[in-house]
C-alpha cells in the first residue's frame, strides 16, 4: 500500500497496516524532520523492523539529500532478518515503481551488511579457524599493504589471498551491482566471483544508503574508529533492540585483566625486543623512518583496513599531536610496556579487594614507577604504529598486551565514571587466589555520547523499553519523541499470567533464600510438567541465570521431574558453547514443526534470550522462572548502582526492578509474531505479583494483565490457560479490519480526522491570538512576520 | 530369518499346548484344539520378559502394545531344551519388537484386535469392497499419520477392512445396534451399511494408522529392589535402548561376549563399571564415583568426560543463519567485564554431561522419525521464500487467495441477459424526494397518536388467560409419569432408528453425495435406482409398523394418539420420500438399461 505522511510518500509492503505502525511511522518521521533523537516503545510482533524500514527509505528516496541510513542490531540473526526484510521491501518498491525512473531510483539503491572477518571469510583456511582472533590476524597477515606490495612487486614471495587480491582490480565504489545483499547473499557473490566479501562490504560502506550491522560497530570506540569514521553527520542512527544498549556501552569501555594475560603480555614485550634488535641489524632506517613520522604526529599513520587495534578513545585535538618523546623510541617503549606489566603484576598480588579510581591508580603508578600519564596515554597508538614497523604476522598472538595498551590508553584518559577493581578471588569462599583486574566503566553515556553528538538523529527502539523516561536519563540526551505504543487487539492474542504459588500453595520465588528449596524446586517442576501437557508444540523456559539453571536442571532430573516432561516433549538445554546451542535450537525446532513438541531451557540475559524467535509454533508457551535479577554480590553492580545513585538519583532498587523487568519482558515479548499468532506467558514468582514490579513492564503485555490473573496458584493458572487455549484456538471469525488492521480506507480516514482536529485547534489558536494582539494600528500581524521569507 | 516357523511346547495358563511363531503372528494352540486360541501380530508385541537364568520355569512373557500385562507362556520342555527353545523365541521376538519401536513397520495392515479369537461371528458378511482412498494427513505433524509418507495407498484389504469395521462397532455401541437391526436382520446388506459412513472408517483407520513414536524417556536403568534385593533388572527391550543410546556398550558387547565372558556377566559387571557410572544420566555419579571399582575390560571403552565448556564433538556444517548464535559470538572482539559468577555458563560441570545428554538424546529421538538431518544445503543457503515467510506479517495481506472457486458457467451471455432484462422489469424509479415527504407525512403527528393509544383492558386479560393456561398445560405434561413401558419404548426407538437409516440410504441413492473422492466402484444409475426402489419397499412398511406400535399401545392402554404423535416426524418423512418417489417414477419411467 501506498500513502501520505504529511508530503512524504510511504510505500508499505503489505496491503494492511496495524494502526500501532502507522503511528510509529508518523512519529519517526516527526522526529527526522525535526532532526533530534527519540525513544520508541512498539510491542514486539507488530513488525517494527518492516515499519522503521519503509518509513526511513521512503524518505531517503523522496528527499534529495537521500541521508545515509546506519541501522544497528544485536545479533547477526537479527541483522540478517534486518537485511532480508529490507530486501524484501525493496523488491515491493520496484514492483509498485510507476515511471521508468522511479524504478532506475529503486534498482540503485544499495543496502549492506556488515560482520567480522570470521562470519565474512571465504579463504578456503583461514575460514576454517575457529577464533575469530585467529581468522583475523591471518586474514591480515595476506592483506595488509606491506604484504600486499611485496607480493605485487615479486608475485609468489610472500602469499596472498586471492580473494583480496581480485576485489583490489574492481573499480572502488563499484565492487557489488547496487541491490540489497543479505549477509548470506554477499558470501554467495564473493564465492561466485572470487572476490573478499569482508573488504568488498568495508570498501563499499562510503556509497551504500543503508548500513547494516551490531551494536559494536558504532560505540565501541576501538571498532568504531575503523568502520564508522567516515559516516556523515547527516546520516540516520536506528538502534533497533536498544533496551540492553547501555550494556553494550559499558562493555565497550571496560576491560578485564587476568594474571595469564598479563604473563603473555610480558612474554609478548620480550619479543618485540628481540624483533627490535634484529630490526636494528637489518632494517634500522625502518625505526628511523617510523620515529620521524611519530615526531609529526599520529595522523595518517596508516589506513583503516591495516589497524589492528585502534586507539580506543583519543579526541581529534590529541591525535595531532606528537608522540611523547620518551616513548618515541621503538626500545624505549619496549621498556615502558614492561615496566607498565610488572607494575601491574605486582598489583595482582594483593590478596585482599582493592577498588580505586583511575586518578588514584595513575597517582600510585606514578609514585611507584615514574610512568606519567601522558605516554601512558598514547600506549595503544605507539603500539599499533610498532607492530606495523616491525611488520609482525600473527598479532593474534600479541592480543593480552593489546588488551594491556588499551587499558593503559583509557585508565589515563577517563578520570570520571570508571573505576578499578581488584579481586584477588574468585568467589568469596575460594581459598585459591584467581586474580582479576576490572577496569570498569559506570556510566553508558561516555561511549554513546560521541554518537549523539555527531548525529543528527538517533532513534532508539525496541519492543520493550520501559519505562522511557529511564534511557534519556541514563544516556544523558533529550528525545524529541518518547513514545510507547499500546497494541490494539481484537481479540486477545496472548495470556499473561502470574503465578505466585504452586498447587501446594507454597509460595514460589527465585529469592536467593529459597531458591534452592526443594518444595519450590518440585513447584517450578511441577509447572513446567503441567505446561508440557497441555501446551502444543514448544515450550520456552527461562531462569535468572545459568548458575541457576544448571542446578535445578539436575535437581529436577533427579527428582524424576524430567522424567515426566520426558513423556509429553523432549528437552533441549542452553549450554556453554553458543555452536551447540545452535544445534539444540535447530532441533528444537525441528521437533517443534514434526508435531513432537519440545521444551528449550535456557537463561534470561543469556544467548537464546537475545535475537532469537520463539513466534508460532515455535513457543506457544514461554515460562519465566523466577525473577531474573542481577548478582547483586558483584561488586562491578555494586559499583554501578553507587554510581547511578550518586550521578543521577536512580535508586538502586529502582534500576534492579528495572533491569530485571525489562529481560524478563524481552524474553516472554519473543512469542508473537503478527496478530494471528498467540501464546502464553507465564511469570512464575511471587514477586511479579507485586504492583511496582509490574508496572516496570511494557505497558503492552501490563495492559493484558488482569487482576485475577496475577496471583494464581499453579492448578488455577492451567485452567485458565486451557480456557484461552480453547478459544484462541478457534478461527478468528471476526474481522479484525478496521480495529487491529487498517487498510488504506482506514489510514485516510485516520488522516482526515485527524487533519480536521488539527484545523479545529488551529483555528482556536488563531482566534485566540487574533484576540490578544490585534492591535488595530494596520501594521502586519504576527502570522504574516512569520511568513515572510527573509533572506538571511 | 523371521520367516522360519518356531515351535514349542508351552503351557499357558496351565494348559498345555503348542506355541509357535509364524511369519506374521505368534499363536498359542491347546493341545487338542484345532484353532489357535491366542494370536497375536507382530505389529502388537511391545516388550519381552524372560525368567531368570537357571530359575525352575523358563517363561517368556509378551507385553502387547494394547495391553501390558500380555501373555505368560512357560516352556514345558525340560530344562536345557527349554532355555534353547526360549532364547530362539526371545531373539526372533526381540528383533520383531525392535522394528516395531522403530515403526519401521508402517501399518500398512492394520492390526486386527489382540483378543484370543472367538470363533469369527457368522453373522457379519464381509464382501470385498470398493478400497477408500486415504487422503493425505494435511497436517504438519509428520508423525500424525504413516500415510502422509506414501499418499493415496490404496489398502486393497478385504480382511483389514472387515476388522475395521468390527472396530468401529466395537466402539460405538448406537452404531452397533443399529447394525444389528438391519444388517444382520438382512434388511441391508453390509456395504449400503457402510455407504456414506467412509469417514468413520477413516477416522478410525487414521487413529489406528497412527504410530506411535519411540517414547522419549532417557535410557537410565536404575536398580529397583526386587524380592529384598536391589538390583537392576534387564530385559531384552532395555539391551537393545541401552545398545541403541550408547554404541559404545553395543561395541563392548560385540567384543567380548562369548569371547571374555557370558552375557549376565557382562551385564553384571557393566552396571558396576565406571562406564555404566558415565551414562547414568545424573550428576550424582560424581560422588559414587569411588564406590564404583576399576574394570579393565570396560574401562577401555570408558571416554573422557564431555563436561569441557566446548563440547569435544560438534557437527561442522553451520546453522541456518537466523537461528546462528555462533555468528554473534564472533561478530565483534569480545569486549567488558566478564560476567558475574551466576552468569557465566557451564560453572557446575557436573551438569554439563547430562545437559549434553538431553540435546543429544532429544535430537537422536528426531533423527530416528525424520532421518538425519534433512537437506543440508537448504538449511545453510536457505531458499528466499522460506526467508521471507519466516519474517512475514500474514495476517497484514489480504486475503485475495481464498476468493471462492469460480463457477463454471457454460451459457455466461444468457445469464447477464436474463438478469438485466429482469432488473429492467423490475425497476421502479422512486424519487428520493417522494419517498421522503411520504415518510414526514405518515410521522406527522406521531406524539398526539402516541398520547391517544389505548390498550384494551379485555384483550391485554385474554392474553394473560392464555399464557396462564399454557403454563398450566406444560405443567400438566411434566407432572404425568412417564407411561409408556420400557419395551415398547425401545420398539419406538428402533423403528425409528431404523426408517431413518432407510430414509439416509434411499436419499443417498437419490442424491449422491458430491464426491470428493472419486469411488473407483461406485454404483452406477441402475444400481441406485434398484437400491432406492428397496429402500422404499421397506418405507412403505413404515406405516404397518407404525400401526403395530399403535396395537401394542393399545393393549398395553397406553394411549396410540400419543405414538402416533411420537412417530409423526418420521412418518412424514418416510411419506414425503414415497410421494418423490412415486412423482419421479410418473414422470419419468426408470431408463431402460
Not at chain 2, 510 to 528: L, M, V
Request: hydrophobic content about 35%; charged content about 25%; proline content about 6%.
Amino acid at each position: 500500500m501506498k500513502f501520505y505522511i504529511d508530503d512524504l510518500p510511504v510505500i508499505f509492503p503489505y496491503d494492511r497496516i496495524y494502526p500501532e505502525q502507522y503511528t510509529y511511522m508518523c512519529d519517526l518521521k516527526r522526529t527526522l524532520d525535526a532532526g533530534g533523537h527519540c525513544v520508541l516503545e512498539m510491542p514486539s510482533g507488530t513488525g517494527k523492523t518492516v515499519s522503521l524500514l519503509s518509513l526511513i527509505v521512503s524518505y531517503q528516496q523522496f528527499y534529495p539529500t537521500r541521508r545515509k541510513l546506519i541501522y544497528c542490531s544485536r545479533t547477526v540473526p537479527e541483522i540478517e532478518k534486518a537485511l532480508a526484510e529490507l530486501k524484501r521491501l525493496m523488491e515491493y518498491r520496484l514492483s509498485v515503481a510507476e515511471t521508468e525512473e522511479q524504478q532506475a531510483k529503486e534498482r540503485g539503491f544499495y543496502g549492506l551488511g556488515l560482520t567480522s572477518r570470521k562470519n565474512l571469510c571465504i579463504h578456503p583456511e583461514v575460514s576454517k579457524e575457529k577464533k575469530g582472533k585467529v581468522v583475523d590476524a591471518r586474514c591480515r597477515d595476506l592483506t595488509n599493504s606491506a604484504v600486499c606490495q611485496k607480493g605485487r612487486e615479486n608475485p609468489g614471495s610472500v602469499d596472498l589471498c586471492d580473494w583480496h587480491e581480485n576485489l583490489g582490480k574492481l573499480e572502488p565504489g563499484n565492487l557489488i551491482p547496487p541491490g540489497i545483499w543479505t549477509l548470506a547473499d554477499v558470501l554467495q557473490y564473493g564465492r561466485d566471483n572470487v572476490i573478499c566479501p569482508y573488504f568488498l562490504v568495508r570498501r563499499m560502506m562510503p556509497f551504500v544508503d543503508v548500513v547494516i550491522y551490531s551494536f559494536h560497530y558504532l560505540l565501541d570506540p576501538k571498532v568504531a574508529e575503523q568502520v564508522s569514521k567516515e559516516m556523515s553527520k547527516d546520516a540516520i542512527v536506528v538502534f533497533d533492540e536498544a533496551h540492553n544498549i547501555d550494556n553494550v556501552c559499558i562493555e565497550s569501555l571496560s576491560i578485564d585483566l587476568t594474571r595469564p594475560m598479563l604473563d603473555s603480555a610480558a612474554r609478548s614485550v620480550t619479543r618485540l625486543g628481540d624483533k627490535i634488535e634484529e630490526i636494528k641489524r637489518t632494517d634500522a632506517s625502518k625505526l628511523q623512518d617510523e620515529y620521524a613520522k611519530l615526531v609529526e604526529g599520529l595522523q595518517d599513520a596508516a589506513t583503516d583496513e591495516d589497524s589492528f587495534v585502534a586507539n580506543p578513545v583519543l579526541p581529534e585535538d590529541l591525535l595531532k599531536e606528537a608522540i611523547p618523546g620518551n616513548i618515541r623510541k621503538a626500545e624505549h617503549f619496549v621498556a615502558f610496556l614492561k615496566r607498565f606489566v610488572e607494575y601491574l603484576k605486582t598489583r595482582m598480588r594483593v590478596l585482599h579487594v582493592v577498588a580505586e579510581t583511575p586518578l588514584s591508580f595513575l597517582q600510585h603508578l606514578k609514585d611507584i614507577t615514574y610512568i606519567e600519564r601522558r605516554p601512558l596515554r598514547f600506549c595503544a597508538e605507539r603500539l599499533q604504529s610498532l607492530v606495523r614497523t616491525l611488520e609482525l604476522s600473527r598479532i593474534d598472538e600479541f592480543s593480552a598486551l593489546q588488551k594491556v595498551a588499551s587499558f593503559a590508553t583509557l585508565v589515563a584518559t577517563y578520570e570520571k565514571g570508571f573505576l578499578l577493581i581488584l579481586e584477588p578471588f574468585e568467589t568469596d569462599n575460594a581459598t585459591v587466589p584467581n586474580p582479576m583486574f576490572h577496569f570498569t566503566c559506570l556510566d553508558p553515556s561516555i561511549a554513546i555520547k560521541p554518537v549523539f553528538e555527531r548525529f543528527s538523529s538517533v532513534v532508539i527502539t525496541s519492543g520493550t523499553i520501559s519505562p522511557l523516561d529511564m534511557y534519556p536519563k541514563m544516556l544523558q540526551f533529550t528525545p524529541v519523541i518518547q513514545e510507547s505504543y499500546p497494541m490494539t487487539l481484537t481479540r486477545n492474542s496472548f495470556l499473561p499470567l502470574v503465578i505466585t504459588r504452586g498447587s501446594d500453595q507454597v509460595a514460589i520465588s527465585s529469592r536467593f533464600e529459597v531458591r534452592n528449596d526443594p518444595a519450590v524446586v518440585r513447584n517450578f517442576g511441577s509447572i513446567l510438567i503441567e505446561y508440557s501437557k497441555i501446551v502444543p508444540d514448544g515450550i520456552v523456559a527461562f531462569f535468572p541465570s545459568y548458575l541457576y539453571m544448571e542446578s535445578i536442571v539436575a535437581a529436577w532430573n533427579d527428582m524424576g521431574i524430567l522424567n515426566e516432561v520426558w513423556k509429553y516433549k523432549l528437552i533441549f538445554v542452553e549450554t556453554p558453547d553458543a555452536n551447540e546451542t545452535s544445534i539444540a535450537l535447530e532441533n528444537y525446532r525441528r521437533a517443534c514443526d514434526n508435531g513432537r513438541g519440545a521444551v528449550l531451557l535456557s537463561v534470561a540475559r543469556g544467548k537464546v534470550s537475545e535475537g532469537i524467535d520463539f513466534d508460532h509454533n515455535y513457543g506457544r508457551a514461554v515460562i519465566m522462572f523466577g525473577v531474573p535479577y542481577q548478582y547483586t554480590e558483584s561488586r562491578i553492580l555494586k559499583a554501578r548502582l553507587e554510581y547511578l545513585r550518586d550521578t543521577y538519583r536512580i535508586r538502586e532498587s529502582e534500576f534492579l526492578g528495572f533491569d530485571a523487568m525489562r529481560n524478563a519482558a524481552q524474553c516472554v515479548g519473543r512469542v508473537l509474531r503478527g496478530k494471528t499468532d498467540w501464546g502464553l506467558m507465564v511469570f512464575a514468582d511471587k514477586r511479579f505479583a507485586r504492583a511496582d514490579k509490574r508496572a516496570k513492564l511494557p505497558r503492552w503485555i501490563n495492559q493484558y494483565i488482569t487482576e485475577t490473573a496475577s496471583n494464581l496458584s499453579t492448578d488455577m493458572a492451567i485452567t485458565l490457560s486451557k480456557l484461552f487455549m480453547r478459544t484462541i484456538s478457534q478461527n478468528p471469525n471476526e474481522n479484525q479490519t478496521g480495529i487491529s488492521l487498517w487498510t488504506l480506507e482506514n489510514v485516510q480516514q485516520h488522516q482526515a480526522k485527524q487533519k480536521e482536529l488539527e484545523l479545529e485547534t488551529e483555528k482556536q489558536q488563531r482566534e485566540a491570538v487574533q484576540d490578544d494582539d490585534e492591535y488595530g494600528d494596520g501594521g502586519f500581524d504576527d502570522n504574516t512576520l512569520a511568513a515572510i521569507n527573509l533572506d538571511v | 530369518m523371521p520367516s522360519t516357523t518356531l515351535a514349542a511346547k508351552a503351557s499357558y495358563k496351565k494348559l498345555p499346548g503348542t506355541l509357535e511363531l509364524t511369519p506374521t503372528h505368534l499363536q498359542w494352540t491347546q493341545d487338542g484344539k484345532k484353532a489357535p486360541s491366542i494370536k497375536v501380530p507382530h505389529s502388537d508385541a511391545a516388550s519381552l520378559f524372560c525368567s531368570k537364568e537357571g530359575a525352575a520355569q523358563v517363561r517368556l512373557k509378551l507385553g502387547l502394545v494394547s495391553d501390558e500385562a500380555g501373555h505368560n507362556f512357560t516352556f514345558l520342555a525340560p530344562q536345557a531344551v527349554a532355555v534353547v527353545e526360549r532364547e530362539r523365541f526371545k531373539t526372533e521376538l526381540t528383533n520383531i519388537i525392535s522394528v516395531n519401536r522403530r515403526g519401521v513397520n508402517a501399518s500398512g495392515s492394520v492390526p486386527p484386535p489382540v483378543t484370543p479369537i472367538s470363533a469369527p461371528s457368522p453373522g457379519n458378511v464381509a464382501s470385498p469392497r470398493p478400497p477408500l482412498l486415504s487422503r493425505p494427513s494435511t497436517s504438519r505433524a509428520a508423525s500424525v499419520a504413516s500415510e502422509s509418507r506414501t499418499p493415496g495407498t490404496p489398502t486393497s484389504d478385504p480382511a483389514g477392512d472387515f476388522q475395521l469395521r468390527i472396530r468401529v462397532l466395537l466402539s460405538n455401541p448406537d452404531l452397533a445396534a443399529l447394525h444389528r437391526e438391519l444388517v444382520m436382520s438382512r434388511q441391508i446388506t453390509e456395504d449400503e451399511f457402510w455407504e456414506g459412513r467412509q469417514h468413520i472408517l477413516q477416522a478410525q483407520r487414521a487413529q489406528e494408522s497412527q504410530r506411535r513414536g519411540k517414547p522419549g524417556q532417557l535410557v537410565d536403568p536404575r536398580p529397583q529392589s526386587v524380592d529384598g534385593e536391589i538390583k537392576i533388572v534387564i530385559t531384552p527391550q532395555l539391551k537393545l535402548d541401552i545398545f541403541d543410546e550408547y554404541p559404545v556398550v553395543k561395541k563392548a558387547f560385540e567384543e567380548n561376549v562369548d569371547k571374555n565372558m557370558t552375557e549376565p556377566a557382562f551385564w553384571h559387571r557393566y552396571f558396576q563399571s565406571k562406564l555404566f557410572n558415565s551414562h547414568r544420566a545424573s550428576i550424582r555419579s560424581a560422588a559414587t564415583q569411588h564406590v564404583v571399582k576399576d574394570d579393565p575390560i570396560f574401562d577401555k571403552y570408558l571416554e573422557k568426560e564431555d563436561d569441557e565448556l566446548e563440547p569435544r564433538r560438534l557437527r561442522e556444517d553451520r546453522v541456518d543463519i537466523f537461528i546462528d548464535l555462533g555468528a554473534t559470538l564472533e561478530d565483534h572482539v569480545e569486549t567488558g567485564n566478564e560476567r558475574d559468577i551466576t552468569m557465566q555458563a557451564g560453572k557446575q560441570r557436573a551438569v554439563l554431561p547430562l545437559i549434553r545428554k538431553f540435546n543429544e538424546h532429544s535430537g537422536r529421538l528426531l533423527d530416528s522419525v525424520l532421518g538425519d538431518t534433512p537437506n543440508k544445503r537448504r538449511r545453510i543457503e536457505g531458499s528466499v521464500e522460506e526467508r521471507y515467510a519466516q519474517l512475514d506479517l500474514e495476517d497484514l495481506h489480504d486475503n485475495q487467495s481464498s476468493s471462492g472457486i469460480t463457477l463454471a458457467n457454460l451459457d455466461s451471455q444468457r445469464y447477464f441477459e436474463g438478469r438485466s432484462n429482469q432488473t429492467s422489469d423490475s425497476t421502479i424509479t422512486i424519487s428520493a424526494k417522494a419517498a421522503v415527504q411520504e415518510a414526514k407525512a405518515s410521522l406527522q403527528g406521531w406524539s398526539t397518536n402516541l398520547s391517544q393509544l389505548k390498550v384494551d383492558r379485555k384483550a391485554g386479560g385474554a392474553a394473560l388467560e392464555e399464557m396462564t393456561q399454557n403454563v398450566a398445560a406444560r405443567l400438566e405434561v411434566k407432572m404425568r409419569k412417564e407411561d409408556i413401558p420400557e419395551h415398547l419404548y425401545r420398539q419406538m426407538a428402533a423403528t425409528q432408528t431404523a426408517t431413518n437409516e432407510f430414509l439416509r440410504q434411499f436419499w443417498l441413492a437419490i442424491y449422491p453425495p458430491p464426491a470428493d473422492f472419486p469411488t473407483a466402484g461406485a454404483p452406477n444409475a441402475a444400481q441406485k435406482a434398484a437400491k432406492a426402489a428397496k429402500m422404499v419397499g421397506y418405507l412403505e412398511r413404515t406405516h404397518e409398523k407404525v400401526e403395530g406400535l399403535r396395537q401394542g399401545a393399545h393393549s398395553l392402554g397406553v394411549d396410540p394418539n400419543k405414538i402416533y404423535t411420537a412417530m409423526k416426524p418420521v412418518l412424514d418423512a418416510a411419506e414425503k420420500a414415497m410421494a418423490f418417489w412415486r412423482q419421479r417414477n410418473a414422470a419419468k419411467p426408470p431408463p431402460p438399461r
